[in-house]
């Protein structure tokens, strides 16, 4: 399972009898073809849209800040002598929305749906900022709307499936269950078997 949510798709995978070695098919072997469906389940999306990296960086920064809001007494806090504590946590939560697609985008790998998911994530976000008390949000925290807000958006964000790739069915070689799309130039076309004479 990668980080970033895979379309889904039906692949046909190619099975060998065990004890039988790899490459072309021989005379008596058996091969089995089945078509199957891959992608990732409403439970696996759900947790690949929560931007969990970039959040966990946010969280850092925010303690950081909270606490430097705490002896100045609030909004008056600052740093290094000349930095508003409030402008730095705008700052921080612009950053973080503006990293969370842009890692989405670095971590995926071919045949991942990267741009939904990197869309999803950048809407997350906020989201997951508000809920784990962002400085930038200030006396507009409100624990409960932040609690039914983050809930309603994850149950809403696993419905989010991306669609399948165009070109429909795909192939995937004999390889001991082992699914890799046809584009993959070793996959071998099922040959039709022959009972061995002796």
Same mark, same amino acid.
């Given at each position: ?50 931007? +969990?990296?970039? /959040? ?8 950081? *800040?909270?606490?430097?809001?705490? &002896?100045? !007494? %609030? ?70 709307? +932040?609690?039914? /807000? ?8 696993? *419905?989010?499936?991306?669609?399948? &790739?165009? !070109? %429909?069915d795909t192939k995937a070689p004999a390889d001991k269950d082992k699914k890799v799309p046809a584009d ?15």
């Amino acid at each position: 399972m990668g980080r970033v949510i895979r379309p889904e798709q039906t692949v046909t995978v190619r099975r060998e009898l065990p004890g039988i070695s790899e490459g072309p098919p021989q005379a008596g072997q058996t091969i089995v073809e089945t078509k199957e469906k891959t992608g990732d389940s409403y439970l696996d999306r759900t947790a690949k849209y929560i931007p +969990a990296e970039v /959040l966990g960086f946010f969280l850092f920064v925010n303690n950081i *800040l909270l606490e430097a809001t705490k &002896p100045s !007494g %609030g909004q008056s806090a600052v740093m290094a002598g000349y930095f508003s504590v409030f402008s730095i946590a705008w700052f921080s939560l612009i950053l973080g929305t503006v990293l969370a697609p842009v890692y989405i985008w670095y971590v995926h790998e071919k045949g991942d749906a990267w741009k939904i998911n990197a869309t999803i994530s950048c809407i997350a976000f906020p989201i997951w900022a508000y809920a784990i008390g962002a400085v930038a949000f200030g006396t507009h925290l409100d624990g409960n709307f +932040a609690s039914i /807000l983050l809930a309603t958006f994850t149950a809403i964000s696993g *419905l989010v499936r991306p669609s399948a &790739p165009q !070109g %429909g069915d795909t192939k995937a070689p004999a390889d001991k269950d082992k699914k890799v799309p046809a584009d993959k130039p070793d996959s071998v076309p099922a040959q039709p078997t022959k009972p061995r004479t002796q």
